[in-house]
């Protein structure tokens, strides 16, 4: 028997879809109707020699031309339809058509289009698939088409996979025929309007006060720290988070690539790859902005994530003087990031040996901190480690922090709790040299998750 909370939980998703969609507007003759308007009125109106006006101006005079289309067509449409049908010809004008709806919500943290008949959104950490179509694999390649021409990129049979961002900096991944065997496929992971703070992460149960307060003692005194963990668990969120910690008058340089970090800090160098052109050439990756960033005067150095050679420049900048770095890597653990590192730096063909990158690993990185995503959709910090040193072949590691799970209650909610293993970092006399005070409470807290 479902408990009142689930009963609860599963009204208020129901008045959720109905409130974002209905359903009637999404049958073959309403997306014929609506075509057949789009059709018409790029036939009727030069919306090129309109683009020079201000843009409410021309929305309006669209709108107006769209009304007048709409009652010549006769259809048997109520007022409510309509005005609906006239906004989402509009949407297909200036915006992203059937995406608009799911882009203005925003509690959908994913947006998966995987036919154009499948489209799903991802909410409060759990899939629902909506009733929001595109007319055919046309169309659909035409809204990618637009996104990734925004930001200068392009994707045809040639470049099949491409990389893009939305005005609001949510990040978009594209793949179209051959690779795409059913048509073209379109995720956008997004990113709120406002980006999560320390405190933010510390209401969602991410972590717990002790954690922020050592993260950002961390962050002030200059440690490198690497962000570890899975696709969605929320890196790149918490490492917003953590760069607002950042004192302001440093300066920063950020490399990414697609940009999607909305630092608050004035002096921010910001520099994103680039593909290949059309001839294959041109390809700028984030190692060749590593490099570069040694030479733009960093007092930090921000690089999104680590998937490559770069790996190796980005730990010799660590280990000459550009303390304070943050970066981000897919793994499963603060140890398994470790094995990650080895790998990446032996694609750089450095030549070195397994002793001397772990060398320069345990040299350059200060801590890990591993975030992991559960079965209820949350996001919660698992690990805090720190890393100690070299002994032996190995590199010595240590937990400060650890989140346990216990279990899953009645609602589906995962329960554990944080626990501090009691062990003083080896880092903590940095930090009171630089003047910051961590309470040794901090390094003795049980904080449960029930």
Request: charged share 25%.
């Amino acid at each position: 028997m479902a408990t009142a909370r689930t009963v609860q939980l599963m009204r208020q998703e129901a008045g959720w879809v109905g409130r974002l969609f209905d359903p009637q507007s999404y049958t073959p003759e309403y997306q014929e109707l609506k075509f057949a308007l789009h059709r018409k009125l790029l036939d009727r109106i030069n919306l090129e020699a309109l683009s020079s006006v201000a843009s409410e101006r021309v929305r309006n005079e669209v709108r107006a031309a769209v009304a007048r289309l709409v009652e010549e067509e006769r259809a048997p449409l109520s007022i409510t339809e309509k005005d609906r049908v006239i906004e989402e010809v509009l949407d297909e004008v200036f915006g992203l058509g059937p995406l608009e709806p799911l882009l203005a919500d925003p509690t959908i943290s994913d947006i998966l289009v995987t036919t154009p008949a499948l489209v799903f959104v991802e909410r409060a950490g759990k899939l629902y698939r909506t009733p929001v179509v595109f007319k055919d694999n046309a169309h659909l390649l035409r809204i990618i088409e637009k996104i990734v021409s925004r930001v200068g990129r392009r994707v045809d049979e040639s470049s099949p996979l491409v990389d893009a961002r939305l005005p609001d900096g949510s990040r978009v991944n594209a793949a179209i025929p051959p690779v795409a065997v059913d048509g073209p496929l379109l995720s956008i992971r997004r990113f709120g309007r406002d980006p999560l703070r320390g405190q933010d992460l510390v209401n969602n149960l991410t972590l717990t006060p002790g954690i922020l307060l050592l993260l950002e003692a961390c962050v002030k005194a200059r440690l490198n720290i690497l962000i570890s963990g899975g696709t969605g668990a929320g890196k790149t969120t918490l490492l917003n988070a953590l760069s607002a910690f950042i004192p302001e008058d440093e300066r920063i340089v950020t490399i990414e690539d697609a940009a999607e970090l909305k630092l608050d800090q004035i002096h921010v160098a910001r520099m994103e790859t680039r593909p290949p052109n059309i001839e294959g050439i041109g390809a700028i990756r984030i190692r060749q902005l590593v490099i570069n960033a040694l030479r733009m005067r960093p007092d930090r150095i921000i690089v999104g994530e680590v998937r490559g050679e770069e790996a190796l420049d980005m730990l010799q900048a660590m280990n000459t003087g550009h303390d304070g770095s943050l970066t981000t890597i897919h793994a499963n653990s603060p140890r398994d990031a470790v094995s990650r590192l080895e790998v990446m730096v032996g694609m750089a063909n450095s030549n070195m040996g397994v002793r001397s990158i772990r060398q320069q690993v345990s040299s350059a990185i200060d801590v890990f901190v591993q975030i992991a995503r559960f079965s209820d959709g949350s996001r919660r910090i698992s690990a805090f480690t720190e890393c100690v040193g070299m002994e032996g072949e190995q590199i010595t590691m240590q937990d400060i922090f650890v989140f346990e799970k216990t279990g899953v209650n009645e609602s589906g909610r995962v329960t554990g709790r944080f626990r501090a293993t009691g062990i003083r970092p080896k880092f903590y006399d940095r930090l009171k040299a630089a003047g910051l005070h961590v309470p040794a409470s901090a390094f003795q807290t049980l904080v449960d998750i029930v």
